[in-house]
């Protein structure tokens, strides 16, 4: 699975942005898909998941009621959707699949994006 991430951009405090995840290779809907981010001299960080069948998601604290995750099996692609954006939101936004159960721990996911750079101003 080759995975390309795209929407990210700069915004101010408060504003929103839709990222997109287009997926190549067969068996897109077998996988969970999830968006992990990474700022500046930090580690790897899990944002939200959604399992292959849109049944259940997914998602860290620092992000609950704000942003929402959702896929489009048709269309092999799986969308961010970030609202109330704040500085700290600020960070390069991965996408990621994993055949097996769903972790936070993100060595054990199999495929990546390139990642998209999200800048949130005060």
Not at 13 to 41: K, T, V
Not at 57 to 69: H, L
Request: with cysteine; charged share 15%.
């Amino acid at each position: 699975v080759q995975l390309q991430a795209s929407g990210g951009g700069l915004v101010q405090a408060g504003g929103s942005l839709r990222l997109s995840c287009a997926a190549s290779g067969r068996a897109f809907s077998s996988y969970i898909m999830g968006w992990f981010r990474q700022a500046p001299g930090k580690e790897h960080e899990f944002v939200e998941a959604i399992t292959s069948s849109t049944d259940r998601t997914y998602y860290a604290d620092s992000v609950k009621g704000r942003f929402t995750i959702s896929r489009d099996n048709a269309k092999n692609t799986v969308y961010l959707q970030m609202n109330r954006l704040k500085p700290e939101d600020t960070a390069v936004y991965y996408c990621a699949a994993i055949r097996s159960t769903f972790t936070t721990i993100s060595s054990s996911w199999d495929y990546w994006g390139q990642g998209t750079l999200v800048t949130v101003s005060s």
